[in-house]
Every structure is written in structure tokens, then in C-alpha cells.
């Protein structure tokens, strides 16, 4: 648990996230859920990223929704979150997700570039979604079967 507290801490210190951040009850709520998807990166016994959200198994088919992911700053950009990212895919598809969103802040660039590499598209504009003034965007991506 400390470990995600650090990540998160590292990850979202900015104004945009301030409302969004998750703390110890968020995580263990995850943890337990049985509709949701939560994968953590170890590196050397040390835990230094995750992936969560639910899979919204009310939908027709079901979509996945990642709520957040996070990799300490000092190890992105060496494909951990990348494969992060297609483990929570590769999930989703085994409980017949043929769709994943999430939600981002147009001031993380890095963000909306890395999930664009990711076949994610923005879907809409989310007004006021980080507090006043501060939009987000959906982005979506399908989820198909592999063959």
C-alpha cells in the first residue's frame, strides 16, 4: 500500500488532479472489487506503477474504464506502462470488452501522446471535469479479440 501511495503521490502532484488522486480506501476499494481490473509493475521487489478501473459489466457488450494509471516518474518512458497498459487490454478482452475509455487533462500532453500510441482517439470534451476551467477529454479505444 505504501508503495501506490508514493506512486500516486509522485504522479499527480499537479493542480488539474488535485480533486483525483486516490488514497488508501480508494486502492483497497479496487483491490476488492471483483468488476475491476488493477495490475501493478514490481521492478526489483520495489512496486513502481499501476493500471485500475472497472469493467462495466452492465454495458452491452461490457467496456473497461481505466480510472488511472501511473508509473514513477524516474522509470516512464521504458515501456512499463506500456506493458501496463496492454495487460489491462489483454484483461478486458478476456471479460468481453469490446471497448476501453478514459479520461485525461489536455495539459498532459504525455498523457494523450501515449495513449494515441495506444490506439486510443478522443472521443469528447468533458467541461469543467478537473474543476473550474480545467476540461478533460474522453478517449476511447476499441477492444477486439485477438485472432
Not at 75 to 100: E, M, P, W
Not at 122 to 139: S, V
Amino acid at each position: 500500500m505504501d508503495g501506490l501511495l508514493t506512486v500516486e503521490q509522485q504522479c499527480f502532484n499537479v493542480c488539474y488532479y488535485a480533486f483525483y488522486t486516490l488514497d488508501r480506501r480508494d486502492f483497497e476499494y479496487y483491490f476488492e472489487d471483483p468488476d475491476s481490473l488493477f495490475l501493478a509493475a514490481v521492478l526489483d521487489d520495489r512496486l513502481v506503477g499501476y493500471i485500475l478501473g472497472p469493467v462495466e459489466t452492465w454495458r452491452r457488450p461490457p467496456t473497461a474504464h481505466i480510472d488511472s494509471i501511473a508509473i514513477l516518474p524516474e522509470l516512464q518512458h521504458k515501456g512499463i506502462g506500456s506493458r501496463l497498459l496492454q495487460s489491462f487490454l489483454t484483461l478486458a478482452r478476456q471479460q468481453d470488452c469490446r471497448g476501453v475509455t478514459l479520461e485525461v487533462s489536455p495539459a498532459n500532453e504525455a498523457g494523450m501522446a501515449f495513449f494515441a500510441g495506444h490506439g486510443f482517439q478522443k472521443a469528447h470534451r468533458l467541461r469543467n471535469y478537473y474543476g473550474k476551467g480545467l476540461h478533460g477529454l474522453l478517449m476511447a479505444a476499441p477492444n477486439h479479440p485477438q485472432p
